[in-house]
């Protein structure tokens, strides 16, 4: 490695730094969010997984605009204005946990804030990613998003059980005060940093970008149901059982998830995304019908473990391949829609299965779980064909 490239590491290292306080804005709320919406406002499981995959829906009705903002006016600016809306996500989830509300009304202020905080991850996420993939080169893009993927589910093992422990000892609005502090911390950590310039090039349609990708996207969307899954309803699925340790479901998810991309973050960029993301889906797999299957918390546990382990290659795996597919200019915006898929995933699963879990208890949330990803290994396979035909017409 030239000593360009260690000083562009180095950076990309300081910016994952830095995403991993800002996430824990995201990774703090994520299990308490549900446990405040059953247990302190008294609705059911259902707005308890809406209100969780409400950000992800906003996240994905924003993707297509933070991509053309992160190709038309740099990655640093684009995530720059996505901490700015986590502080204020934080902020609005905050006020809503005041007294004097009534619940129908702290909800929808709830609602509120999330949409914020999904709004936040859309233009933080893209921008930062096209922003370490400018400083270090398109030759690195496994890296540069097993980097980033380290950054943010590293924030979901610390704050798993941090965001819990706040939230029993200073309550929902202690824990949202700290979540609005938090991104502004990353705010200051990433200003010294470059920014890298826009590159030049002809536009092409939202839609139409998603119709190169949308393969190696369902991979990945398909992936993102068991952490889904796993997020919103692991810790209630302890509770419900009466098990310890509630809170380390994410601890061990992000355990396995930050070091399997520790080791193996190269991999897609050596010998190519659809191994990795294969092998992966079928880790992922065991991992859920464990979870649906535990018949106590340490299998459960191990469930979660095998879980982080299996999702971890799988967007850097398939990302790696999006980003050979398209000129520079468009990089923002094929990452975007990318996302997109991903994001529906975790959109759509809290509150679908929030349903299921409510007539059917919270066993079966994790075998959907299962199958998504077994669907997804299928739909990984097909991906090599599939670019193969691309590239014969």
């Not at 980033?148 to 704050?159: E, L, N």
């Not at 095998?306 to 050979?324: N, R």
């Not at 468009?330 to 991903?342: E, P, S």
Request: hydrophobic residues 55%; aromatic residues 8%.
């Amino acid at each position: 490695m030239t000593a360009i490239e260690r000083l562009a590491y180095r950076r990309v290292v300081a910016l994952t730094a830095a995403l991993f306080l800002s996430y824990l804005t995201v990774a703090m709320s994520l299990p308490a969010v549900p446990i405040h919406v059953v247990n302190g406002l008294g609705l059911g499981n259902a707005w308890g997984g809406l209100a969780v995959g409400i950000a992800f829906l906003a996240t994905i009705l924003t993707r297509a605009r933070a991509g053309a903002w992160a190709d038309r006016l740099g990655g640093k600016l684009c995530m720059q204005r996505g901490l700015i809306l986590y502080a204020l996500a934080g902020l609005v989830c905050a006020v809503a946990s005041w007294d004097g509300l009534p619940a129908g009304t702290a909800y929808a202020v709830l609602i509120s804030g999330r949409l914020l905080l999904g709004l936040g991850e859309s233009v933080a996420m893209v921008g930062m990613i096209s922003w370490a993939i400018g400083l270090m080169g398109h030759a690195r893009a496994g890296a540069v998003i097993a980097l980033v993927g380290i950054g943010m589910y590293g924030a979901f093992a610390a704050g798993g059980p941090l965001g819990l422990a706040l939230l029993d000892r200073v309550g929902f609005a202690g824990l949202m005060a700290v979540c609005t502090m938090l991104p502004l911390v990353g705010l200051a950590a990433i200003h010294w940093l470059p920014a890298v310039a826009p590159q030049a090039g002809q536009r092409e349609s939202f839609w139409r970008i998603i119709g190169r990708i949308w393969r190696p996207g369902a991979v990945v969307g398909l992936q993102g149901v068991g952490f889904a899954a796993l997020g919103a309803f692991l810790s209630l699925y302890f509770l419900s059982r009466g098990w310890p340790h509630a809170g380390l479901g994410l601890t061990f998810f992000g355990v396995g998830f930050v070091a399997m991309r520790l080791v193996c973050g190269n991999l897609p960029d050596r010998i190519g995304g659809t191994p990795v993301a294969i092998a992966s889906l079928l880790v992922e797999a065991g991992g859920q019908y464990l979870i649906w299957l535990a018949p106590g918390p340490y299998s459960a546990l191990a469930g979660a473990l095998l879980t982080g382990l299996g999702c971890s290659m799988v967007f850097p795996a398939m990302g790696a391949e999006i980003v050979k597919q398209v000129p520079p200019n468009l990089r923002g915006t094929a990452l975007g829609g990318f996302a997109a898929f991903q994001d529906l995933a975790y959109g759509a699963t809290g509150p679908l299965v929030g349903i299921l879990a409510d007539r059917m208890g919270y066993p079966p949330v994790f075998l959907i779980g299962g199958l998504a990803a077994t669907l997804g290994l299928s739909m990984a396979i097909s991906v090599p064909r599939a670019q193969a035909r691309a590239l014969e017409t």
